[in-house]
């Protein structure tokens, strides 16, 4: 079994930036494609951005293309998610979980992690 932990949220005014980490450990794999989702009070879960096993693909969700970026270091076991032009409607818990595929559908990941709090401020 695999556990996922987030780091890295916070407070931060519009138009900064926050570096989300997703640690895993136990029974991990470089062969997953890895997820970020987030979650706002009152709203349904959305997947934001997903990267292939080797890194040479990734999914941004419309709402976070060009601001937000995906990476992974397989050797540290971590993947990052890089958020720059923050913006008030960002504030969300994000989570982190793996899918054996590559996926843009929620329901095909494994459990997402408690999450990271963001929370931007305007």
């Known amino acids: 079994q695999v556990q996922l932990v987030e780091s890295g949220g916070g407070l931060v005014q519009a138009g900064g930036s926050l570096r989300l980490s997703c640690a895993a450990s136990?029974?991990?794999?470089?062969?997953?494609?890895m997820g970020w989702s987030r979650q706002a009070p009152g709203k349904e879960r959305e997947l934001v951005a997903v990267?292939?096993?080797?890194?040479?693909?990734?999914y941004y969700a419309d709402s976070v293309k060009g601001r937000f970026a995906i990476s992974r270091d397989n050797a540290k076991n971590t993947m990052y998610l890089q958020m720059s032009s923050l913006k008030p409607e960002d504030t969300a818990v994000y989570s982190c979980?793996?899918?054996?595929?590559?996926?843009?559908?929620?329901?095909?990941?494994?459990?997402w992690g408690q999450g990271t709090q963001v929370t931007v401020s305007s």
């Open positions: 990267i292939s096993p080797s890194g040479d693909w990734t």
């Open positions: 979980a793996r899918s054996p595929v590559g996926t843009m559908t929620l329901a095909v990941f494994g459990s």
């Open positions: 136990g029974r991990t794999s470089s062969s997953y494609f």
